[in-house]
């Protein structure tokens, strides 16, 4: 009779797997290198700047140690994607025009948004109640299903005691 073992899955993990942002900040420099000065201009948290000028220079590790098996053009593509700096960054449009998702790639059916989004809510500066509201308001809007019913107000009793 024949057995035949089964191929244990390799669990997938994070490539990040910072716990705040203190150590998000660490791992990614330690990973791809610390930024240099140049590619903090975007960070507005003079606290964060700080940090980050603090860390230890660290030169960046090829990608290809961390991922031994991804082909040249994925390892490209990974680092066209973890730019440190937003702008500097591949935008979604060229990711999908990469040699590496060639395959995959169908312009025909990958509709462009004819408008820039407009994130100016995350400048927001919002307490804890109204920020349960949203969260609330936006579930509702999905699944309106699983909101809480309203509570009625009680209605005296006709019998009641003064």
Do not use: C, W
């Amino acid at each position: 009779r024949k057995t035949t073992k089964k191929k244990k899955k390799k669990k997938k993990k994070p490539f990040f797997p910072g716990e705040d942002y203190i150590s998000q900040l660490t791992m990614i420099s330690e990973k791809i290198g610390k930024p240099g000065q140049k590619d903090l201009d975007f960070v507005s948290s003079e606290k964060a700047k700080r940090f980050m000028n603090r860390l230890p220079d660290t030169p960046p590790r090829g990608l290809q140690s961390y991922f031994p098996k991804a082909t040249p053009d994925a390892i490209s593509l990974l680092s066209q994607m973890l730019q440190i700096h937003p702008s500097r960054r591949v935008d979604v449009a060229s990711a999908l025009a990469h040699p590496y998702l060639a395959q995959l790639h169908n312009e025909s059916d990958e509709p462009v948004a004819g408008f820039d989004f407009d994130f100016s809510f995350e400048d927001d500066d919002l307490d804890g109640v109204r920020l349960r509201e949203l969260i609330y308001e936006e579930i509702g809007a999905f699944r309106p299903q699983v909101m809480p019913v309203p509570r009625r107000k009680a209605k005296k009793s006709l019998g009641a005691r003064r």
